[in-house]
């Protein structure tokens, strides 16, 4: 498991909610930058979220999501705490390995 800032559930989703909540802060004084990285980080987060909670829900590690889906355990442990870009490839890779599908939502 990843042993950085958002290693654990509870403080990872504090600290990802926190790093949002000062982009919302920021944005609202420093335009359109400021939006589109809070943005970012609302994607980030959502992402991280739905893997995390579909990972636990299957009752599996990182590790075991990284043999299922042929994505790196780092890799895993990055995305989950917000700090990858994973390309479709690796989302498509980790959603099929958790028995999930991609679709694009209305919000």
């Known amino acids: 498991m990843c042993h950085d800032r958002y290693s654990s559930g509870g403080d990872r989703d504090d600290d990802l909610r926190r790093d949002i909540r000062g ?3 920021r944005g ?3 335009g359109p930058a400021a939006v589109a990285e809070l ?3 609302e994607d ?3 992402l991280a ?3 995390i ?3 636990q829900a299957l009752h599996m590690t990182q590790q075991q999501l990284a043999a299922a889906s042929g ?3 780092s890799e895993i442990s990055r995305i989950e705490s917000g700090h990858g870009n994973p390309t479709l490839k690796t989302i498509g890779a980790l959603a099929r390995a958790l028995g999930a599908e ?3 939502a209305s919000s």
């Open 23 to 25: 982009s919302r802060r």
């Open 28 to 30: 609202r004084g420093e």
């Open 39 to 41: 943005r970012l980080l």
């Open 44 to 46: 980030r987060y959502r």
């Open 49 to 51: 979220s739905d893997l």
């Open 53 to 55: 909670g579909r990972r």
């Open 71 to 73: 994505i790196r355990q």
């Open 102 to 104: 991609l679709r694009i």
